[in-house]
T-cell receptor, first 114, second 115 residues
Framework: DAKTTQPPSMDCAEGRAANLPCNHS???????VYWYRQIHSQGPQYIIH???NNETNEMASLIITEDRKSSTLILPHATLRDTAVYYC???????????????FGQGTTLQVKP | NAGVTQTPKFQVLKTGQSMTLQCAQDMNHEYMSWYRQDPGMGLRLIHYSVGAGITDQGEVPNGYNVSRSTTEDFPLRLLSAAPSQTSVYFC??????????????FGPGTRLTVT
């Protein structure tokens, strides 16, 4: 699976949009981009995933560039409860030898400030 | 649904002791996995399973054994605990759906200290 690069930390003001970038320049055509977050001491929580189209759900939006080499997770109105480590992960679909595996990097620590 | 449950929540072991970390899910998920997370680090995959009777190694399998006799349960065994295995252990599960991707559900974690 492709390697991802994320900034180690970011700050965001409460109520503002949080934009978390992720570079995945070696991504392959069959690899999805996943975002998870981990609030202090808890198990990671799935946020969103996408292949090439932009995606939106009740938690966040995912913007993937046309060349798919980078993506941005957007939390539209960040709250204090969104303070967490956010992980961007690239993985293949079923049928590959890496089926099911999620390889976590260091992630981005997002601090939402009042 | 209880989701993914892990027991115990906390455990202290002496070097050389063995123990089993329990993980269960009630969502009929085919895929289950174990991760460890050391302080200030990301999660590292220990072992995973794509169905009952099928297991495989992840990034850091040494010192751990797994088995998958049922869909619901995926226990992790520490054979001879070492201080280097002091960590937080997370279990996760998900569906395996042909042709699409899926999300993983994580348990609350087991905090293990080996002295």
């Amino acid at each position: 699976d492709a390697k991802t690069t994320q900034p180690p930390s970011m700050d965001c003001a409460e109520g503002r949009a949080a934009n978390l970038p992720c570079n995945h320049s070696t991504i392959s055509g069959n690899e999805y981009v996943y975002w998870y977050r981990q609030i202090h001491s808890q198990g990671p929580q799935y946020i969103i995933h996408g292949l090439k189209n932009n995606e939106t759900n009740e938690m966040a939006s995912l913007i993937i560039t046309e060349d798919r080499k980078s993506s941005t997770l957007i939390l539209p109105h960040a709250t204090l409860r969104d303070t967490a480590v956010y992980y961007c992960i690239v993985r293949t679909t079923l049928g590959s030898s890496n089926t099911g595996k999620l390889i976590f990097g260091q992630g981005t620590t997002l601090q939402v400030k009042p | 649904n209880a989701g993914v449950t892990q027991t115990p929540k906390f455990q202290v072991l002496k070097t050389g002791q063995s123990m089993t970390l329990q993980c269960a899910q009630d969502m009929n998920h085919e895929y289950m996995s174990w991760y460890r997370q050391d302080p200030g680090m990301g999660l590292r995959l220990i072992h995973y399973s794509v169905g009952a009777g099928i297991t495989d190694q992840g990034e850091v399998p040494n010192g751990y054994n797994v088995s998958r006799s049922t869909t619901e349960d995926f226990p992790l065994r520490l054979l001879s605990a070492a201080p280097s295995q002091t960590s937080v252990y997370f279990c996760a599960s998900s569906r395996l759906t042909s042709g699409s991707s899926y999300e993983q559900y994580f348990g609350p974690g087991t905090r293990l200290t080996v002295t």
